[in-house]
């Protein structure tokens, strides 16, 4: 399988949820060895859509001329998208949104009811592609936080689409932690692993994954008593 990783995470490598990603992937590899890419979004050039819709008319090419000709060749070039970012404003960041609207060129100005809603039809073929997003936070709790980010995610990506959040996120970049985040990458690891062998992760380990390492409140003391 081909992997397409997006860092969304304007820390680059020092991403807190990047660990969560390599530790998916790591499980994956243990069912099938999978040829991976990643791509740092804060390292690349790509404009903002003015909403023209160019592309949409002309067969999919941009008025820009920047880095996602490239990486829409990729994208359809792989099997897997994960998308590993951090919850900003619950959503993501500014540039991974960026690259998300400009991947309009695959499909057309056309539109057509699916399931109860409109969609514009793909000028390329993109059939074969799943979606999976690994999203992390900095507060304590799940709840009232990455809910918007998952009704956004599955309105883009309805079909074939996987959602794993994490709160407490920091903690994977805190050596101090380790006690509590290498049980915890255990089990995203474990998650890869049904991923790979099932095509889904299953309820109990969704389940597993949503609960946070430490209490709530101890969490948010150690973190207001370090500001």
Known sequence: MKILIFNGSPK??????????????????EHEKNEVNTVTVADKHIEFCTGCFTCKKNG??????????????EILASDLLIF???LYCYGMPAKLKALIDRTLPLSSMAMQKVDGRYEHP???????LK???????????????????K???????????????????????????????????KLVQKAGKEYAET??????????LSKPMIPHEVYADIVNHGI
């Open 12 to 29: 680059r490598e020092k991403s807190d949820t990047m660990h969560l990603t390599r530790a998916f992937v790591d499980g994956m590899n």
């Open 60 to 73: 999919g090419t941009c008025i820009h001329d920047d880095d996602m000709a490239v990486l829409l060749e």
């Open 84 to 86: 590993s970012f951090p």
């Open 122 to 128: 793909a000028q390329r073929d993109y059939s074969h």
């Open 131 to 149: 979606y999976l997003m690994i999203c992390g936070c900095g507060f304590p709790n799940s709840e009232n936080n990455f809910e918007a980010m």
């Open 151 to 185: 009704l956004q995610f599955g309105l883009m990506f309805p079909h074939s689409s996987t959602m794993i959040t994490v709160s407490e996120a920091p903690m994977f970049n805190a050596p101090e932690a380790d006690s509590v985040t290498t049980p915890f990458l």
């Open 199 to 208: 095509g889904c992760i299953s309820d109990e380990t969704l389940a597993e």
